[in-house]
T-cell receptor
């Protein structure tokens, strides 16, 4: 089975530009998570969806960040306008459930550099 | 608030050495789950183990072993006879209840392990 697929793997953009990160979860997984990884803050949960509905977006840093899940097989994380401090690795993860003991399946991440 | 502390930031060992990665957690929950994930140079996080707070038995899987001690709120990870392929960033994580059946993982900052040949 294919794992969680993220694109692009690397994104370099200039400050002020719009950036869109994409994720395809594992088929059959009802939960999708977006995480951000930085040296300073480690791994932070930005938002997660259940059956395409956003459940908790309290981790989204600012209004410049938005996430959508138009269907069960696709999600986007958009930053508009981007800023240098948004530079990080963004991970998408999915799981069949969100019970406390459920493990997450992560994608390979998108390395975002905002110049 | 829940917290996971991985005090070691970087560890370097020579191949075949044993190495222990420390994890200390804080939670008010009486029922919780602890995890270890591995992030190899390729980037994706890979699940290694999950432990229920009611199960304090240590676990061994090949060269990997985990020591869970509720009395000290620790969940340490030992790699025996380390190999170069063990070089990675290792994350400890704690599952936190949000609402109802919903939860989220709180991750530690990670430990970068380098195994030299």
């Amino acid at each position: 089975d294919a794992g969680v697929i993220q694109s692009p793997r690397h994104e370099v953009t200039e400050m002020g530009q719009e950036v869109t990160l994409r994720c395809k979860p594992i088929s059959g997984h009802d939960y999708l998570f977006w995480y951000r990884q930085t040296m300073m803050r480690g791994l932070e949960l930005l938002i997660y969806f259940n059956n395409n509905v956003p459940i908790d977006d309290s981790g989204m840093p600012e209004d410049r960040f938005s996430a959508k899940m138009p269907n069960a097989s696709f999600s986007t994380l958009k930053i508009q306008p981007s800023e240098p401090r948004d530079s990080a690795v963004y991970f998408c993860a999915s799981s069949p459930f969100n019970a406390r003991g459920e493990k997450l399946f992560f994608g390979s991440g998108t390395q975002l550099s905002v110049l | 608030a829940q917290k996971v502390t991985q005090a070691q930031t970087e560890i370097s060992v020579v191949e075949k050495e044993d190495v222990t990665l420390d994890c200390v957690y804080e939670t008010r929950d009486t029922t919780y789950y602890l995890f270890w994930y591995k992030q190899p140079p390729s980037g994706e996080l890979v699940f290694l183990i999950r432990r229920n707070s009611f199960d304090e038995q240590n676990e061994i899987s090949g060269r990997y072993s985990w020591n869970f001690q509720k009395s000290t709120s620790s969940f340490n990870f030992t790699i025996t006879a380390s190999q170069v392929v063990d070089s990675a960033v290792y994350f400890c994580a704690l599952s936190e209840i949000l609402t109802g059946a919903n939860s989220k993982l709180t991750f530690g900052k990670g430990i970068t392990l380098s195994v030299r040949p």
